[in-house]
């Protein structure tokens, strides 16, 4: 089926041609962008499901609203100076879009607030760039704050829009570290305009599932990647963006399903939950699957880049995992935000979706994104070649440095603002190597380790070719007592669990030689990602090793669920009538699924049994964390 709501063209690439002709041909300002983010307007801009039923918003339909927006805010902000920055401060939603034109179309710069920041980070942004007010949808701050429903309830007074021409992102960190970076509308046309090249040149991201092009919107919009790559691109082609009611994963699975999503972009530690999750599934039903999933991936690393013959055979093979994941809609997926492992991106394109590797930052926008068609390129690391507009080297320290017109502008820090110049090289920090105008991201300079032999040790390349049953976050940092790995443990693993994954982690090392480089190995219950990162922060980890803050996990503290004979007694019950086995087979220690041969029918007839009789919610990621009678005994008495 053709792609459909292409205006009066009758193909992806005329519709793309004439809008961006027609925006070239402007000032290029975020005025001039205004009306051409909303020039289709009988196409729908919004899906969002609302109970059982879905809901639908045109782009006619959404720019009425950011006009109103923009009235009720120049009545608020009557007072206030033209070009006063106003922060955002919401999760994604259609009105954090309208929000988003509105502030612009009333005079004010956008300042897009990270709202996984705390308050006093947050507050000291808004007072280093004298932010005259904060529209939010429920946190106050220092200065002026307008909720939501506040301004939905202004009296609206029509005025000529003077558009101001300015954007400002936040990067994430410490407050001591966070920088604003600025784009105009300048910055945003000659993005588009790499876009457009984009599609020019890769067939599968224009691609539509029964005529519809859908990008979900599980990135933030404040984030670079989530208001460039995800919203700016396709809202300009005037394509559909699918709302999430939340981030669990039950709603991420079921609402990509529900809306035939076509388009999902995502960091990495997204899609490497997903890949652990589709993997334990298809170990707990038995060898004979996995043997025959293993042969299905060496088939297609034999014949996947091979036209035609590829894709079929992934087609037929793999039905039943992608099932279990997407369904058949994704036809183009974006992993970006930090390094990501070849396995993953092997997976991905092996079982049949689209799943390229991309690079960016807050301060020059996106760089690059893999466009090619062959698996063997789209699993083996790279972020592709730079974007049409960017140039890339390596300088003499192996570092990537990047220019070019997409770049911000000016980018300030605690008060300073220094003005970018398209010409001048940003030195990015980042490790590169690059292959045939390929880029290979390595790691991040500032994280790598000199070891007692005076050679340098990349933290990324270990910990991706660090293997262990444990599925959790690792993390190898110098500390104080020289490199050290330090690995989070489930909440309820037991010391044997502790010893073998210690273990494991010791053989891994030696099978990289590293053994004697890095010595020191601490396991622990302390989460090692903070409840608001998209990824394991290496220097706060260090910190919070050498402060005490990572409490080390204690081989000799008694466990507390030996002593509880009874509950232990009783849970083995509910494991064994699960499984149709005598209780005596049950020892408190063996897996469900690997030892005792357990299936998830199996283990969700166990689960409800045991809620039933304890009143306690497992958690979504119970099949990998609540596998033994101990660990679910630890967590019943947890929870009282």
Known sequence: MKAKHLGNYKTIDAFVRHKLDAFSATDHSMGALFSFMYSEGENVMIERTNGYA??????AQCQQQAIRFSEKIRTSLHDCERNAVVGLCMENSAEWIALFWAILRAGF?????????????????????????????????????????????????????TFADEVLLMTSGTSEQIKLCA?????????????????????????????????LTFLPF???????????????????????RDFSPK?????????????????????????????????????????????????????GDVPVLGDLFSKLAFREVRAGIFGDSPRFCISGGSRISPDVLRFFNHIGYHLANGYGMSEIGIASVELSNKRSRLSDGAVGAPIAGMECRVDE???????????????????????????????????????????????????????????NLNPDQVENRIALSNRRPICLVAASGGPTLVIELSEFANAETAQAIR???????????????????????????????FKVSR??????????????????????????????????????????????????????????????????????????????????????????????????????
């Open 503 to 533: 273990e494991q982690a010791r053989a891994c090392l030696k099978t990289l030689r590293l053994d004697g480089e890095v010595r020191r190995i601490v396991l622990t219950k302390t989460p090692l990602m903070g409840a608001n990162e």
């Open 539 to 640: 220097a706060r980890v260090r910190r919070a090793l050498e402060t005490g803050a990572i409490v080390p996990y204690d081989f000799e503290a008694k466990q507390a669920s030996a002593e509880d004979a009874e509950l232990v007694r009783r849970v083995t019950a509910h494991v064994a009538q699960a499984l149709r086995k005598d209780p005596k087979e049950i020892a408190p220690d063996a897996h469900f699924f690997y030892d005792l041969g357990g299936t998830s029918l199996d283990y969700f007839a166990m689960v409800a049994s045991v809620q039933g009789e304890f009143n306690v919610g497992f958690p979504s990621d119970a099949g990998s964390s609540l596998s033994t009678v101990n660990e679910i005994c630890r967590f019943i008495r947890k929870q009282g």
């Open 54 to 59: 879905i809901e639908r918003k045109t782009y």
């Open 222 to 244: 404040y984030h670079i990647f989530g208001l460039t790559a995800m919203y700016i691109w396709f809202a300009f082609f005037s394509r559909t963006f699918v709302l999430l």
């Open 183 to 215: 784009y105009t509308g300048e910055q945003f046309y000659h993005q588009i305009k790499s876009s457009a090249e984009i599609i020019r040149t890769s067939k599968r991201v224009k691609a539509h599932y029964e005529g519809e092009l859908k990008q």
């Open 109 to 161: 710069r956008p300042l897009l607030m990270n709202i996984r920041l705390d308050d006093a980070a947050l507050n000291e942004i808004l007072r280093s760039c004298g932010a005259a007010c904060v529209i939010s949808d429920g946190r106050q701050f220092d200065v002026c704050t307008i909720p939501l429903a506040a301004l939905e309830e202004t009296t609206v007074y029509p005025f000529e829009p």
């Open 251 to 303: 709603t991420l699975l079921n609402t990509v399903r529900k809306h035939k999503v076509t388009h999902i972009f995502a960091i990495q530690l997204l899609w490497e939950r997903i890949y652990e999750s589709a993997i334990s599934e298809i170990e707990k039903r038995g060898d004979a699957t996995v043997k025959k999933f293993q042969k299905g991936m060496r088939i297609m690393d034999a014949i």
């Open 397 to 455: 320290n192996g570092e990537l440095a990047v220019r070019g017109r997409n770049m911000a502008h000016a980018i300030c820090q605690n008060g300073k603002r220094t003005e970018t110049k398209p010409d001048g090289w940003f030195h990015t920090h980042d490790l590169c190597r690059i292959e045939n105008g390929r880029l290979f991201i390595l790691g991040r300079a500032d994280d790598l380790i000199v070891c007692e032999n005076g050679e």
